[in-house]
Antibody, heavy 122, light 107 residues
Framework: QVQLVESGGGVVQPGRSLRLSCAAS????????VHWVRQAPGKGLEWVTV????????YYADSVKGRFTISRDNSKITLYLQMNSLKPEDTAVYYC???????????????WGQGTMVTVSS | DIQMTQSPSTLSASVGDRVTITCRAS??????LAWYQQKPGKAPKLLIY???SLEGGVPSRFSGSGSGTEFTLTISSLQPDDFAIYYC?????????FGQGTKVEIK
């Protein structure tokens, strides 16, 4: 079935780095833009970043710009999020999310992973 | 950035009730609005896209309406499985933004 599975979360000290991965299955990954959306404990949803289906376009929320980098390897059917200079306010569940339409970057999210928890704490 | 404001923040209702949640955008987003349902410990689930289009597999008791800056999500007859948090989200322009959520709880 159509699925996204995140991995790589954990506990990290402020200022350190972490890389998240998201493995896709059940659909043609290279046809879809993919996003990261996060949710701090007990809080609402925050869009973080997106990469186009071919990797040519990337956008970031101001809160992570310059610290986070999104990338994808379509041959490995995997999405990545490199998170540097982590702050306590980056603590959240990070969801890998598929964009609604193929070959577009609409920003509506139809397939969500189960999420991976990132905790930034000393 | 476009701000999305939902009301109410919490809604107490009984099984069988008709429930309406409102979402307002700080500027026009035409019809580029989605609604999601999230249950505890789970990822959100897309219910409605383009303000009023029902995602496949979503029960027909869910409906969406509105355009411009004001939108509503209606559940025509609340079922036990519907107690959850509901989020609206605009995708008219980057950065895509969500409302703060509406918790639908058992009365």
């Amino acid at each position: 079935q159509v699925q996204l599975v995140e991995s790589g979360g954990g506990v990290v000290q402020p200022g350190r780095s972490l890389r998240l991965s998201c493995a896709a299955s059940g659909f043609t990954f290279s046809n879809y833009a993919v996003h990261w959306v996060r949710q701090a404990p007990g809080k609402g949803l925050e869009w973080v970043t997106v990469i186009s289906y071919d990797g040519s376009s990337k956008y970031y929320a101001d809160s992570v710009k310059g610290r986070f980098t999104i990338s994808r390897d379509n041959s490995k059917i995997t999405l990545y999020l490199q998170m540097n200079s982590l702050k306590p306010e980056d603590t959240a569940v990070y969801y890998c999310v598929r964009d609604f339409r193929a070959h577009a970057m609409d920003g509506a999210f139809d397939i969500w992973g189960q999420g991976t928890m990132v905790t930034v704490s000393s | 950035d476009i701000q999305m404001t939902q009301s109410p923040s919490t809604l107490s209702a009984s099984v069988g009730d008709r429930v309406t949640i409102t979402c307002r955008a700080s500027q026009s987003i035409t019809s580029w609005l989605a609604w999601y349902q999230q249950k505890p410990g789970k990822a959100p689930k897309l219910l409605i896209y383009k303000a009023s289009s029902l995602e496949g597999g979503v029960p027909s008791r869910f409906s969406g309406s509105g355009s411009g800056t004001e939108f509503t999500l209606t559940i025509s007859s609340l079922q036990p499985d519907d107690f959850a948090i509901y989020y609206c989200q605009q995708y008219n322009s980057y950065p895509w933004t969500f409302g703060q959520g509406t918790k639908v709880e058992i009365k």
